[in-house]
Nanobody, 116 residues
Framework: QLQPVESGGGLVQPGGSLRLSCAAP????????IEWYRQAAGKPREWVAS????????YGEDSFKARFTISKDETKDTVYLQMNNLQPEDTAMYSC?????????WGQGTQVTVSS
């Protein structure tokens, strides 16, 4: 069973950066895509970015594409979400999920708080 585990969240000042990690042992061998989502308090969950088995990255909206970069290290079965120029509105629980041809397993999430 693929079980993603996120890490790397925390408190950062506006304009700062964080790199989130999503470790999902086996996702490379199973040719899964990995998707990042976020959910702020009181708001619906929104799709942030995805990376396909072939390494193609897609982003949920232009502001994500401008500031965030999704990448993966297949040797570590880990996907990263590099987030730059973070703003208070980026405060949310960030979660990753296996996707593509794989059944969707969710991680527990990692909290990102952007505040001065």
């Amino acid at each position: 069973q693929l079980q993603p585990v996120e890490s790397g969240g925390g408190l950062v000042q506006p304009g700062g950066s964080l790199r989130l990690s999503c470790a999902a042992p086996g996702f490379t061998a199973k040719r899964c895509a990995i998707e990042w989502y976020r959910q702020a308090a009181g708001k619906p969950r929104e799709w942030v970015a995805s990376i396909s088995n072939g390494g193609r990255s897609t982003y949920g909206e232009d502001s994500f594409k401008a500031r965030f970069t999704i990448s993966k290290d297949e040797t570590k079965d880990t996907v990263y979400l590099q987030m730059n120029n973070l703003q208070p509105e980026d405060t949310a629980m960030y979660s990753c999920k296996t996707g593509g041809i794989c059944f969707g397993y969710w991680g527990q999430g990692t909290q990102v708080t952007v505040s001065s």
